[in-house]
């Protein structure tokens, strides 16, 4: 069964450098998204992304994180001068199309230090 | 502001019986509903879906019950399997993006 790709599974990064979260969706999906979820919270939203541009994001993304599909195949979440309340697991998902049923990476374990 | 709640931060049910979860939502402009379970260490899985205009949908031991009026959903698990122990998150949404509830962690017992 296609898989969503995360890479790396566990960033460690110092507080106030910049970090890029590697994903690479199901080939044929033209919808994606990030997610992000803080230890022992709930999954938030973080940005949606179609036809080469941010469709939705939420309050949480800020001017702090971009996203990219610089190749055709992978999409990256860039957080720049990372805060120690950034550290948390942020999930990749695309999906076919509007059904709205995403399939999700395994995730990247992301500490601040 | 909680658009999604799960009120039961976890249950415990015995291996063979019913497992229910259940879900509130608050925006009445939602009209798409999903069940996610998850791994420690994993991303979510999908489970089953269900829109707005239906009020059942069953897949194999996994059925979702949809309450418009009362903006409540319940995942139905039978018979429950010690392989079922997870998270499973309740989303809501419409568009693009969904509102994800805080979860709530199954355990099945054998």
């Known amino acids: 069964e296609p898989e969503v790709t995360q890479t790396p599974s566990h960033q460690v990064t110092q507080m106030g450098q910049e970090v890029i979260l590697r994903c690479v969706p199901i080939?044929?999906?033209?919808?994606f998204y990030w997610y992000r979820q803080i230890l022992g919270q709930k999954v938030e939203f973080l940005v949606s992304f179609y036809n080469n541009e941010i469709s939705e994001k939420s309050e949480i993304f800020d001017d702090q994180f971009s996203v990219e599909r610089p190749d055709g195949s992978n999409f990256t979440l860039k957080i720049r001068s990372t805060k120690l309340e950034d550290s948390a697991m942020y999930f990749c998902a695309s999906s076919e199309g509007s059904a709205l049923r995403y399939t999700f990476g395994s995730g990247t374990r992301l500490t601040v230090v | 502001d909680q658009q999604v709640k799960q009120n039961s931060p976890s249950l415990s049910v015995q291996e063979g019986r019913i497992s229910i979860l259940n879900c509130d939502y608050t925006?009445?402009?939602?009209?798409?509903f999903l069940w996610y379970k998850k791994y420690p260490a994993e991303g979510p899985t999908f489970l089953i879906s269900i829109s707005s205009i239906k009020d059942k949908n069953e897949d194999g031991r996994f059925t979702v019950f949809l309450n418009k009026s009362a903006k409540h959903l319940s995942l139905h698990i039978v018979p429950s399997q010690p392989g079922d122990s997870a998270v499973y998150f309740c989303?809501?949404?419409?568009?693009?993006?969904?509102?994800f509830g805080p979860g709530t962690r199954l355990s099945v017992l054998p």
């Open positions: 989303a809501a949404g419409y568009g693009q993006n969904f509102v």
């Open positions: 925006n009445s402009m939602f009209d798409y």
């Open positions: 080939s044929n999906h033209l919808y």
